[in-house]
């Protein structure tokens, strides 16, 4: 198994820490957490990630979607998104930017390992 260094954007410590956990428990390490657009996209500059997974729905003014979007076009990493979200619309936009999975919450181990396993595979 690969050893993913896996990025989390997220606004909700409690769910930050808990992917945190999650993460660590399938054997990845996890080597950053921010909770806005703007904080991840500086922190993406400075780290040696391999994939990053987002929440939908951040604080300030731009969301997950964007998120993923500036990620895939200047970073070309995967993504995953997870959100409590199952809007159709908001969907189809952020599966217009690509990602690994969308993950419904709460995320379960086995929703997750098996969207990473699609990361190892690329």
Known sequence: ???????????SPIIAAGLKHLVGRLGHTVVGISESYEDAIVQLELSNIDMVITDIMLS?????????????????IPVIYQSSITDTTIICDAMRT?????????VSRVELSTALLGVEAA
Do not use: C, Q, R, S
């Open 1 to 11: 198994m690969l050893k993913l260094n896996i990025f989390i954007v997220e606004d």
């Open 60 to 76: 300030g003014e731009k969301n997950g979607i964007d998120t993923g979007a500036y990620i895939k076009k200047h970073f070309n």
């Open 98 to 106: 690509k990602p690994i999975a969308y993950l419904v919450k709460p």
